[in-house]
Nanobody, 119 residues
Framework: QVQLVESGGGLVQPGGSLRLSCAAS????????MRWYRQAPGKERELVAT????????NYGDFVKGRFTISRDNAKNTVNLQMNSLKPGDTAVYFC????????????WGQGTQVTVSS
């Protein structure tokens, strides 16, 4: 059974930091690229960060501007998102996503973790 379980969300003051983690199971993690998405109330889901299967390539949404870092540990089947200099506009539910294109698209989602940036 495929599972992606996010953790690490919570309430943080503006300028603070959080580290999100996503634990994967039930599929060959090292064959999949991983992404973090977020969705704020009333807004569409947007891509935050991407890391390829071996961790050698990362990409970020323009709004990240050097504040976030995505990383992965293929030995532990985890992907992390270190978020620094958080702003109220970063408030959203953050979702972990696994993707792979092999003959067809394989894609899995976690249930999300809430991040609230507020004073």
């Amino acid at each position: 059974q495929v599972q992606l379980v996010e953790s690490g969300g919570g309430l943080v003051q503006p300028g603070g930091s959080l580290r999100l983690s996503c634990a994967a199971s039930g599929f060959s993690f090292s064959d999949y690229g991983m992404r973090w998405y977020r969705q704020a109330p009333g807004k569409e889901r947007e891509l935050v960060a991407t890391i390829n299967s071996n961790g050698g390539t990362t990409n970020y949404g323009d709004f990240v501007k050097g504040r976030f870092t995505i990383s992965r540990d293929n030995a532990k089947n985890t992907v992390n998102l270190q978020m620094n200099s958080l702003k109220p506009g970063d408030t959203a539910v953050y979702f972990c996503n696994a993707y792979r294109v092999f003959v067809r698209l394989y894609m899995y989602w976690g249930q999300g973790t809430q991040v609230t940036v507020s004073s």
